[in-house]
């Protein structure tokens, strides 16, 4: 079968392959090229035969990847060619030889729809084909209508309609607007009636487009895409040729699963059910099988139904069921397996609650880091980033350090980023964090990028405890006879700062200090040298009394570089020779550095700029965000990538001012004037959040960042303690804030977030992050207060008081005075409500940081609606009981005006947030809502809403 | 979606290409050297998926002949290889037992064939009967065109059209 049917295209592949080697190709090659544009040329006397024959030459060697840069007009021209081999061969090559840029694809627009909406249904394919391949926003605009139809209209057969349902989902994606939504959303529905299995995937793979963009118009569609599952997954009524290794269209399978998990939730009880039942049978009836295809199959539908039970929040026996088949997957010997194995866990860490069973897989995920295969490997290593916390970091970083001299190049600069910023997020100790970092940059320099070493700095500078346990451990690396020059620049900087505080330890001296600091100068490029130079501006600094014979050697370096090509050199010696002639006034000029604003990490910033991802929104990205607020509670201090990442620098930049001004507010602070002795003459910029200006921003003239902290105000964040009987869901309104340390996000926002939802954060600031997670049950709630201190320091005299209402009885579990840094308590809170009340509980926190006092009242989100619980009533119970109520106090009307309009799902999925049940079968005019309040009183409360006149009643 | 599709020999010569996204010429041949470097390199009974720039690549090897298909990072990588395998199945089943010489030489059908598995970097149809059923009616069709062109009969009728 090795005939083309073209004698000339078979002659002409022949000839390549029979070339020796690359040189004869491309003469060859050229040669035909030459033949074809001169046939091209004079088109007249081109059979159509021949003009196609040349067509599929241009396209082969293309395809060998020569440039083709003419003959495009010739493959569009056939196109409109009236029989069907030439059209066919018009419409393949121009589908592979130009993409949706290309201006040649203009000429074709009318001939594709005269093709589309012609009768001759095999050109309705080739043209449905096309424009589904390369189709661009002009296709779009003029062809949707046309290809709608076809998708919609019932004389159609299923080999047009599912080719036009793809070619409508290339123009959406091209143009959004082309699908309008009103209409289209009804006939989505029908289309998922559909019998032929071929059209239901293609317009399943539309609708999972459609929806991934707005859920909410199609709501109508997720009872289909359920049934559609059951009949696939019982494998009831599906046709022979529709499976696939004796699985039912696997393809479908995923599709529809994929579909579903861009809904929210499923709320119909019976839908729910049922979904749940097909779930359970796929995850329980999965087996590994000897052949491959069809394990890959079924394994494709496990993982993705994996992936949908993981969106239902399903309950927790199922989801460790989940776990527990995941846990024996990364163990499995197929690798595929093992690999979405490992991507499945880390997907799986956004879900609460889980965390502790994947931390028992811990052993068997480190194996996989040493995996032959870099995939796996890679998947093992951002499971385990994933996974770490304060519990099992020591392990996880110290595994990923030994991994690191082994690990190939492509993946250390990777490697060593996610092991520092886990030392740094959950150091149990700091002098632990110092220590890899140092054994980081030992280990691969190279690929320590330059922040990480500005961190570690940082911590030092900021945790006075830390700097001799660091100046002894840089000693230690600068006596190893060869080390990484980011290790010299490290190791200076810190003697130079701290190696006066060891001074009387043997090998500490000043002279020898310098003199193992120089023996290294003669091996490190320039951009050391400044760093060296301040060292052992330093160092003179600190010998006290002054040693002539060190002095003059420094004196010589400095003299030697002034004259340096290098600006920044060039300047630091001169300055720092002319200074340390000045005898004691160098004292408080080269003074200690002051301690650094605290700031998010660089490395957590850039860390979280390689994830952004230019891919279309997927379910799982969108499944993130709307978790961020858990997993912003679980781990501790991760950013949301959808946040806008406002770190704590805000309040500083407000309050930077100019040094002089500084110096006057600060007489008496240790001469802070010029740092680091360098005078910097012009500084006009804002602190920049760049990576320069996490270190050097200090070094420069800005504020010194203690002016902040130093200035003794407390922050009182008022709130107030009364709620206002205005409306049960907008309370109180909370004072302006007033003082220095201003909180992050809006606090009324957060807790009105909250009074929806049962986990978030509750109250951030630069220092602090205060996450809450509550349970309810009747009249009880067990909440938990997450404390966590984002700063390299500790926070100290920490109290929280509970200032409760007197219908809620509210115990606090003890809080501990001070957190240590990047920490994070818990403290659980028991809540029990003995009545029915709109006032809410405040609670007054307030820590200290530095000698700034904060101080905030926070109203804690245990309101009324958290106490109830929905029970369902059908609308011939709730008339009578509604009718039977009489009026005020048992009965209240209240009229809400210029309320935004929602539709009614929404409304409803709003009404149950606040656990009120809207009665099933009351349609559109009034949903009427009811529920019983807390067992033990046995309140009833019953709501209802009309929606055209608008009168909100509450009984 | 699948952004595209590629077959490379282990010699790292191209047998197709496919491009569901829209990139240049020169982005296109940039994506084929980068990745027959990557895929070509690894060794047997690793897994089939690759991490490259931000997608990943499912691939599967069939004697001398890599099929690979470029995918989102969200999108399920098993689903995708059940596509690719496929593919080879309706191949192996409309040239006999299909080799990479087949594809060689009818690489306008490979192209034909492919257009009816996939659209839109999508997955069309799952039946390979169906798509067998297709082609054979397209063969058919070019055949009788050719019949048409050549019968003198079929001449007449076109001049006194």
New interface residues.
Partial sequence: ?????MRGL?VF?SDV?NCQNKEQERLRVDKELGNVRTRFKNEKGLSP?EKKKYV?KM??IY???Y?VDFGHMEAVSLISAP???EK??GY?VT??LL???HDFLRLAINTVRNDIIGRNE?FQCLA??LV???G?REFAESLAADVQKLLISSSCRP?VR??AA??L??LY?KNPDVVNVDGWADRMAQLLDERD??VL??SM?LLVALVSNNHEAYWSCLPKCVKTLERLARNQDI?Q??T?YGIP????Q??TM?ALQYFPTVEDPNTRRSLFEVLQRILMGTDVVKNV?KN??S??VL??ALALVMHLDAEKEMMSQCVALLGKFIAVRE??I???GLENMTRMLMVTDVQDIIKRHQAQIITSLKD??I??R?RALDLLYGMCDVSNAKDIVEELLQYLSSADFAMREELSLKAAILAEKFAPDLSWYVDVILQLIDKAGDFVSDDIWFRVVQFVTNNEDLQSYAAAKAREYLNKPAIHETMVKVSAYILGEYGHLLARRPGYSPKELFTIIHEKHPTVSTSTIPILLSSYAKILMHTQPPEPELQNQIWTIFNKYESCIDVEIQQRAAEYFALSRKGASLMDILAEMPKFPERQSALIRKAEDAEV????Q????LRAQQQMSTALVVTDQRPPNGMPAQPSIGPLSLVKVPSETVDSQNPGDQGLTHPNGVVYKEDPQPPSQDIIGDLLGTLSIEGPPGAVAQSPQSATYEAEGAPSAADAAALVPVGEESGSVQPIGNINERFYALCLKDSGVLYEDPNIQIGIKAEWRAHQGRLVLFLGNKNTASLGSVQALILPPTHLKMELSLVPETIPPRAQVQCPLEVMNLRPSRDVAVLDFSYKFGPTMVNVKLRLPAVLNKFLQPITVSPEEFFPQWRSLSGPPLKLQEVVRGVRPLPLPEMANLFNTYRLTVCPGLVSVIPCVSDRFMNLLNMFLLVEVELTGVPLSLV | ?IHFVLLISRQG????????S????KER?KV?RELSGIVLNR?P???????WR??RVVYRRYAGLYFCMCI???D????V???I??FVEILDRY??SVCE??L??????A??IL?EVL??G?????????IIR?LST?DS??EM??EE?TSIGNMIAQVTK
């Fill in positions: 079968m090795a005939l083309s049917g078979s592949i392959r035969y599929w396209l082969y395809m060998l990847g440039d029989k069907y081999p066919q061969v393949i589908a592979c993409n949706e840029n095999t449905l084909t589904g391949n390369i661009g080999l599912k080719k793809l070619c989902l290339r994606r299995l071929g995937t293609s793979s046709p040729e529709y696939y269209s696997p393809w479908l995923v599709k994929r295809n890959n199959a394994h494709a993982f993705e690798p595929n093992r690999y979405l032959p295969d995939s796996i890679r991802d230019t891919a279309e997927s379910a799982i990205k | 979606m010569k191209v047998r197709l290409t496919k491009w569901y829209p990139y240049s010429q041949s084929i060794g009974k690793l897994c089939n998926f690759v991490e931000g997608h989102d990072e969200a399920n990588e098993l689903e290889l059940d596509i395998h496929h040239f006999g010489l087949d060689i030489f009818n690489f306008h059908k192209y034909y257009d659209i839109a999508e997955f069309q149809e799952s039946s390979k009967r169906t297709l397209h069709m070019v065109a050719k062109a």
